[in-house]
């Protein structure tokens, strides 16, 4: 079982290594955590704990530290957000893979998964490039779906990266460039191709994207 | 100027307090931070800092630690995801809405903006409740719209928490319930909603969405 607290702080210096260090003095396992600034006088941590004894007393405790704020318990970022579907790529061809992935996520979430579907409309080699590494940084990634007309280049190194060091899942789009190469399926249609990063990481779903040898 | 780098680790107890000790003894600032355990013996550290004098000398430093396995620059997520659109609701409502936005936001994105559009289908008062709280978590978001015919009930203190704690604007559809009057604004088409949402968070467009005093 996983406990999420979020600690609002007066952004101080040394307050993030103080308060961890409380926590990982208590023996319990870190599972996530988020730090962000959100101004010149206050930052939130967000943190998600395993093996958590008594998350009532440990919440007091963090109350007591000189800077604290607030501390309150949240539901873990895994029961909220689920998994996560990552679409990049033009914004027409986007916003028809997004819709073939809600559409099957719903139908999931329905049924006691957590699926979620997350966006970004952008073009250009270099962009593409940086935007797919990145998605190796997202926690709960399962599969992203590439979509547009023409990519390659550097792109395909990225592809590589996320798929070997990370074990993210890739679906391209039916277009020119070297990236269908490195995918790991390849769809034509982009409703469908949403549909399906959906089925390959939904445990209601019975689909192993590994099984498919074929451009769809 | 923000520096971002990745270390990946022996997932080792203390290794997190010990790497963020030595980054602020350096006395750089740090903005964001995320940590999450990928296995038994591997955990990811992403680190965004201000004002790095040598950033190359910081990555060779943490190389130098026992259960560091690599060290490697990044991309700040500000510059790669930019700011965030949240869609939550019933699917095929979420998927019209967000038509609207990674259409408007392509338009922004061309001309140098970063705006990403992320969505969860998801129905039941309490399911939403959770969720909207949960928004508040997530790091650079601006807007969330809430898509669905019949929100209210607790789901309307999730939204005040929102808005007052985490200054995320609320965009409603025009639906039955109590959400309505808890948004910042209410917009009956879904793919309008989504216009504006991308609009009222864009550098790149006038639109005011606190101007607005009528339901759309």
């Known amino acids: 079982m996983v406990d999420a607290i979020e600690i609002t702080t007066k952004n101080k210096v040394h307050i993030l290594e103080k308060l961890l260090g409380h926590i990982s003095k208590k023996g319990y396992g870190l599972v996530y955590t988020q730090f962000r600034v959100e101004s010149e006088n206050t930052a939130f941590l967000y943190v998600e704990l395993e093996n958590v004894v008594d998350i009532d007393c440990l919440i007091s405790e963090l109350r007591g530290f000189s800077g604290v704020m607030e501390v309150v318990k949240f539901f873990p970022t895994d029961e909220i957000w689920g998994k996560r579907i990552i679409i990049i790529g033009t914004g027409i061809q986007v916003s028809q893979v997004v819709l073939g992935a809600i ?39 399962g599969c992203l779906v590439l979509a547009g007309s023409l990519m390659g280049g550097s792109i395909v190194d990225a592809i590589d990266e996320i798929k070997n060091k990370y074990g993210v899942k890739v679906i391209s789009l039916n277009m020119v460039g070297s990236v269908r190469d490195h995918a790991d399926l390849v769809v034509t249609d982009p409703v469908q191709a949403g549909v399906m990063a959906v089925m390959s990481i939904a445990k209601t779903a019975k689909f192993d994207i590994d099984r498919v040898d074929e451009v769809l």
Not at 106 to 128: C, F, M, Q, W, Y
């Open 103 to 141: 559409t099957e996520a719903d139908r999931h979430n329905i049924r006691g998964e957590r699926i979620s579907v997350d966006t970004l409309p952008l073009a250009g080699e270099k962009k593409l490039t940086e935007a797919v590494r990145a998605v190796g940084c997202l926690p709960r990634v």
